[in-house]
């Protein structure tokens, strides 16, 4: 919700463009405007307009805006084409929506997995935060270059700092990822240089972790 009330989101599938790997549309992100006792909705950006998905498709999770109204968010998939549990795909996008007189211009901040192996990690499907410097911390679900006996690739935290792209930590670099595989929800702030967050596989049981990393 912004400071005029006017509320933001993110649709899995639907909208206006339905390339074949996406044949239920692609997902939006999406306003609401109060008007009264009802709200008005409105479309501020179709994925898949691009060629190929390279401005992302599938928006899993929420958004966080900056002070200067800018939108920013992740795509599961979009981007540059990867191979990711034996499947050649797309493996996500960080995406900002930037307002334009009245209208909404779509930049993708990162695509995931340009290299081979997916170092940066890949699907990102958990919703950015934002500190108060301006950088994004976010996760990934698979990606970062460690064995998972989970699924490929154990996940990553990472931070962006406009478009400079940092790893903070890769799953799954401890034996028998004792140190969590899999973080789906994101992290988010505590005191001083602290995130938080969950895994859904790893640990020494192994059912997941609660994690914390000083950056």
């Known amino acids: 919700m912004d400071a005029d009330g006017n509320l933001f ?34 479309t501020l950006y179709d994925f898949c307009a691009q060629s190929e998905c390279v401005d992302g498709a599938g928006p899993y999770a929420g958004l966080v805006q900056d002070a ?35 209208l909404w211009s779509e930049t993708v901040v990162h ?6 192996d997916c170092p940066d990690g890949a699907a990102p499907v958990g919703t950015l935060v934002l500190d108060a410097s301006g950088r994004l911390y976010g996760t990934t679900t698979a990606g970062g270059g460690n064995d998972n006996p989970f699924q490929e690739g154990a996940g990553t935290v ?31 702030l505590g005191k001083g240089h602290a995130l938080f967050g969950t895994t859904a596989f790893g640990g020494v049981n192994p059912s997941g972790t609660v994690f914390e990393i000083d950056y």
């Open 111 to 116: 695509a995931f997995c340009a290299e081979e």
């Open 158 to 188: 990472f931070r962006l700092s406009g478009t400079t792209y940092k790893v903070l930590h890769r799953f799954c670099g401890l034996a028998n990822c004792t140190d969590g595989a899999s973080p789906s929800l994101g992290v988010f």
């Open 9 to 42: 989101g993110t649709t899995l599938i639907g909208g206006a463009n339905h390339p074949d790997s996406f044949t239920r549309g692609a997902g939006v992100v999406f306003g609401l405007r109060p008007n009264g006792a009802s709200w008005i909705e409105s």
């Open 68 to 102: 200067l109204g800018n939108l920013f968010g992740v795509t599961a998939y979009g981007g540059v084409q990867c191979t990711l549990a034996g499947l050649t795909q797309t493996c996500g996008t960080v995406f900002e929506l930037s307002p334009n007189g009245g």
